[in-house]
């Protein structure tokens, strides 16, 4: 697995809110982020609208992979994060939303927020001080830049700061 390219991540901040907020009703729903189960796998895959074979995320022992669900509704993934601790900070492999929460007819916004947010989290505890790092798709660079207040640092790789991440956190999780 050593050497592998890395993939061009192309997820949309569509808006930054204080967890998940439906579309239609404008209700906010409180999240947690669980880690992603075998069983989970039934329903994420690529004839149900996933992009990203995640089964081979979660068989690659070097990655932590995580759900984002609604509180008291963990059956529906809301999205998906994979990530890598490494020496002084985290690395975002791969994220994704829902099928249902892409585009224009979106059930929510905020889920990828919601987990670059957790991966920020994640980061500090680690005692990374906030410091991810992700492979972004050139043409999202500006946009992660503005959204996330993430640097760009060269080819296509990003980082977000310790003060990008401390407001993504402070956004998220309210302890």
Known sequence: MENQEPILLDFVIDKLTNSIQNTISGDSFQTEILRLTIKD????????GWNFNWKSELADNAKEVYKLTIVNNSDIVQGLLSLTIEADHILMNLLE????????????????????????????????????????KTNLIKHYEKTLGA????RNRMI???????????KYFKQ
């Open 41 to 48: 796998l039934k329903k994420i895959t690529k004839k149900n």
């Open 160 to 170: 977000i700061p310790a003060e990008s991440a401390k407001i993504l956190v402070k």
């Open 97 to 136: 939303s829902a099928p249902f929460n892409i585009g224009q007819d979106k059930l929510y916004e905020g889920v990828a927020g919601n987990l670059v947010a957790y991966a920020c989290k994640i980061s500090f505890q680690h005692g990374f001080d906030g410091y991810v790092a992700f492979t972004a």
């Open 151 to 154: 640097f760009h640092i060269g």
